[in-house]
């Protein structure tokens, strides 16, 4: 009876310990948190037929939250993509391309994407851009630089 009684308190030691740790993991997700919140704001402006950005200039393995406004009349999207890409390139592939993008951005609205470029693309040249049918031609692109 006494040995049973033992047994007991350590089991509930045991549950003590682990709901300390549990609350111990989930102290060091919220401090990760606050680095992502600690990205770098970039505010990027779509209209016809133009991007504007704050920052042209990135780094790779830096946090960017990128906030984008359609200032325009008519919807447009938002899409990192790699410069050189083949203008023959179909929507899908553009897609698996592309960094970041957000499918649609509606006159007056806002939208976030939040990215981090990757080492592999430091001395890359990218480009935002807007591949709605006519409106990367008719100027919606906007080169961008990743280096350290
Ligand atoms: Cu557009």
Redesign the pocket.
């Known amino acids: 009876m006494k040995q049973q009684r033992h047994v007991l308190v350590s089991f509930l030691l045991g549950m003590l310990v682990i709901v300390l740790a549990a609350c111990g993991g989930s102290s060091t997700s919220s401090s990760q948190t606050t680095s992502s919140s600690s990205a770098q704001n970039v505010q990027v402006t779509?209209s016809?037929?133009q991007i504007t950005s704050t920052l042209r200039h990135f780094s790779p393995g830096s946090s960017y939250h990128f906030v984008v406004t359609n200032k325009?009349k008519?919807?447009?999207?938002f899409m990192i993509t790699p410069a050189d890409m083949m203008p023959g390139m179909s929507m899908d592939q553009m897609h698996k391309m592309a960094l970041a993008m957000i499918d649609t951005v509606a006159p007056g609205e806002t939208k976030t994407v939040d990215v981090i470029f990757p080492q592999s693309d430091a001395g890359k040249s990218l480009e935002l851009a807007?591949?709605?049918p006519g409106?990367?031609e008719?100027g919606?692109k906007l080169g961008i630089k990743v280096s350290s």
């Open positions: 779509l016809e037929f325009g008519t919807n447009h999207e807007c591949h709605l409106h990367y008719a919606m």
